[in-house]
């Protein structure tokens, strides 16, 4: 059983950078075909999707979030990593990572984390 868990800090300042790591068990994020993602809710929106890290590990990015975000991987302790860069309010939300199962879907999710952008 595949297993994903998201952390990092709960509250991030405005222009900070939001970090966040999400270990897996219960496989390899280096098995083919997966990729391994973050997603974002926030407030009043549907979900968002930030990017993802395949197997082979060049990461993918939302055309609206890549100048801001960077996504990489520590195979050595099955994580990836999300990092995104001078933060807004906007920013605000529940982020999750997830395993995608090469065919569009995503089959396994973690719990989420909250993440507020404020002063």
């Known amino acids: 059983q595949v297993q994903l868990q998201e952390s990092g800090p709960g509250l991030v300042k405005p222009s900070q950078t939001l970090a966040l790591t999400c270990t897996v068990s219960?496989?390899?994020?280096?098995?083919?075909?997966?990729?391994w993602a973050w997603i974002r809710q926030s407030p009043g929106k549907g979900p968002e999707w930030i990017g993802y890290?395949?197997?082979?590990?060049?990461?993918y990015y939302s055309p609206s979030l890549k100048s801001r975000a960077s996504i990489s991987r520590d195979t050595s302790k099955n994580q990836f990593a999300l990092q995104l860069r001078s933060v807004t309010p906007e920013d605000t939300g529940v982020y999750y990572c997830a395993r995608g199962n090469g065919m569009g879907m995503y089959d396994y999710w973690g719990p989420g984390t909250q993440v507020t952008v404020s002063s």
């Open positions: 890290i395949p197997y082979h590990g060049t990461a």
């Open positions: 219960g496989g390899s994020i280096t098995t083919a075909y997966y990729y």
